[in-house]
């Protein structure tokens, strides 16, 4: 563990049932992904691996959704977090792996740390092809008819990622509103659209964030 990560993040084991590991930012700026190891004596004599970890950077738009949980928030400076674990036997240790800071600097494995941005850019393309598929779409039709076009638009399982996933099920949803009546059709359109500036929203900040920046 470099002296820098050292003083960006502290870990201590939480007795309890389950136990938990309690992460504090002791650094000057947010925190967005975290790995830690849990590390324990084996009976073999040798020792016991346990790696948790968690990416929340686009918590800047998400963290305000209903049971959004609180351990995938941005770790602000001087805030601390509980994270249940599965055995935190006696003589464990918590080690940290690498953390990635709100700049997207980053501190600690390369090899984790290249793991972090390699998924944040898979993410940024699958956002960026939801969000597109909305804008060619909801440009040029409105209410029952634009939510039939992304229902059809949303079927293919092949590209079943979970911004599409989520895309699909959200249409369903504001599709059997809309066959309603006019009512409903005019509220789902308006919702569907909040949803797909949403969606944008997340694209962007996973635009921000999928590149590492060097210090």
Avoid: C
Avoid at 32 to 46: I, K, L, R
Avoid at 141 to 155: D, S
């Amino acid at each position: 563990m470099s002296f820098l990560l050292a003083l960006a993040l502290t870990a201590r084991i939480v007795p309890g049932t389950p136990p938990s590991i309690e992460l504090t930012n002791t650094g000057s700026q947010p925190i967005t992904a975290w790995s830690v190891a849990v590390v324990s004596p084996n009976a073999q004599g040798g020792t016991h691996r346990e790696t948790h970890t968690a990416d929340s950077y686009l918590a800047e738009v998400t963290r305000n959704l209903p049971r959004a949980p609180q351990h995938l928030d941005w770790l602000q400076p001087g805030a601390s977090t509980r994270i249940p674990v599965d055995a935190a036997p006696e003589g464990a240790t918590v080690e940290i792996v690498a953390v990635i800071f709100a700049d997207r600097t980053a501190e600690g494995d390369p090899q984790t740390v290249q793991t972090f941005f390699a998924h944040r850019r898979v993410e940024r393309d699958q956002l960026r092809d939801v969000s597109e598929a909305f804008d060619r779409v909801l440009s040029a039709q409105r209410g029952l008819a634009a939510l039939k076009a992304l229902q059809q638009r949303f079927a293919d399982a092949a590209a079943d990622s979970v911004p599409h996933q989520t895309a699909r099920e959200a249409v369903a949803t504001y599709l059997a509103q809309a066959e309603r009546g006019a009512e409903g059709a005019e509220s789902a359109d308006q919702q569907m659209r909040q949803y797909a500036a949403f969606v944008k929203k997340q694209y962007e900040l996973a635009a921000t964030h999928a590149d590492r920046a060097i210090r």
